[in-house]
């Protein structure tokens, strides 16, 4: 049998039984947990935990071969966030500087976008080790979080001093001529954010496995405000060039203080 936890720990999923059976146990003075409850396809566990913030009230088992969905509001409202801090640069920027703008910005967004590939295929990789490792070697998981952030960081420096030096023909070459000088310059200043997104995939690995998704959640809502006002302050007097700064500006906290409570 495989404890999926223990009575008593902080809880941030709830879980939904999609195959096979689990026990519930509580404890009994002396005796220590006895089964109580014996949950089947469709049950559901966990929920007091993640509505009300409260500790498990009782310990959980699985009886065989489980399939689960587990469920995080907390996830899902960070996810929300997250995705606000990064594509409202695009919104706002075509709607205080125009069109042609816009443009500009999101011909050098689409890069950035196309070269994540790179840290998902790592992280992914990664992960089912940082989960494991996260429940039960400590210092394993401190190695593969060093290993991964030498590996991320060895591939995005070289990156990012690559195409900040050729933004401007690569812009050119990519997207036509009128792109080459105004795509290259914001290329130029919102690049570096690749540094931090490389390294917020790990962070983000980190943030399930060790059970900070309260604290996660709000590191990203601060962060998509932040990105809202940055924006409203950059964008006007200097249009794409603004937003491109304001996501580098707002990426590398939102990194940072996600690292720093893992």
Do not use: C
Request: charged share 15%; proline share 6%.
């Amino acid at each position: 049998d495989t404890v999926l936890f223990t009575e008593g720990d902080e809880g941030q999923f709830f879980y939904i039984i999609n195959r096979g059976q689990v026990r519930v146990l509580r404890a009994a003075g002396r005796r220590g947990p006895q089964p109580v409850a014996t949950l089947v396809p469709g049950d559901f566990f966990g929920e007091r935990s993640l509505l009300y913030g409260r500790k498990r009230s009782a310990s959980i088992e699985t009886v065989s071969e489980v399939e689960l969905l587990r469920l995080s509001i907390p996830l899902g409202l960070g996810a929300i966030a997250v995705a606000v801090y990064y594509r409202i640069n695009s919104i706002l920027v075509y709607q205080i500087s125009g069109s042609e703008e816009a443009g500009y910005y999101a011909a050098a967004q689409k890069l950035v976008d196309q070269v994540q590939i790179v840290p998902i295929a790592i992280v992914g990789a990664l992960f089912p080790l940082i989960s494991e490792a996260a429940k039960t070697n400590p210092e394993r998981l401190r190695r593969f979080v060093a290993s991964g952030w030498e590996i991320l960081l060895g591939l995005a420096l070289p990156i990012v001093t690559i195409v900040i030096a050729v933004a401007h023909p690569l812009s050119g070459l990519l997207f036509g001529e009128q792109f080459r000088g105004p795509t290259g310059t914001v290329l130029m200043l919102v690049w570096p954010v690749v540094i931090a997104i490389f390294l917020g995939y790990l962070a983000g690995a980190l943030v399930p496995a060790i059970n900070l998704l309260k604290v996660w959640t709000v590191i990203v809502f601060a962060g998509a405000a932040f990105s809202v006002v940055i924006n409203l302050i950059l964008i006007p007097p200097f249009g794409a060039d603004g937003a491109a700064v304001a996501t580098v500006a707002t990426e590398f906290p939102v990194m940072a203080a996600t690292l720093i409570v893992a």
